[in-house]
């Protein structure tokens, strides 16, 4: 069992900077991927941010890529999220998810999910 916390969203002006953390219970932590993911209202969950295990892989669809840095602590049983340059557009409730498979966490699909943390970027 994997229990996941988020903090750190907020309200942000367009081209700010925010960093998300989740906070995982458990030993095991370190066996799992890690991944971001985000739904803005009205909308579908969206894939922002996928780690391995060990940190040495991640992956980043388009629309975050070279902004977004995702990051994980093994030590500290946190993974981390860097936005930057801020747009509007994302706008959403970001939530971390944890899976012993890295592919099922590009595929979005995780055993484990956090609550969110709502993210606002006011133009």
């Known amino acids: 069992q994997v229990q996941l916390v988020e903090s750190g969203g907020g309200l942000v002006q367009a081209g700010n900077s925010l960093r998300l953390s989740c906070a995982a219970s458990g030993r095991t932590f370190s066996s799992y991927a890690m991944g971001w993911f985000r739904q803005a209202p009205g909308k579908e969950r969206e894939f922002v941010a996928a780690?391995?295990?060990?940190?040495?892989?991640?992956y980043y669809p388009d629309s975050v890529k070279g902004r977004f840095t995702i990051s994980r602590d093994n030590a500290k049983n946190t993974v981390y999220l860097q936005m930057n340059n801020l747009k509007p557009e994302d706008t959403a409730v970001y939530s971390c998810?944890?899976?012993?498979?890295?592919?099922?966490?590009?595929?979005?699909?995780?055993?484990?999910w956090g609550q969110g943390t709502q993210v606002t970027v006011s133009s």
């Open positions: 998810a944890a899976d012993a498979n890295y592919a099922d966490v590009l595929r979005m699909r995780c055993d484990y």
């Open positions: 780690v391995s295990w060990s940190g040495t892989s991640t």
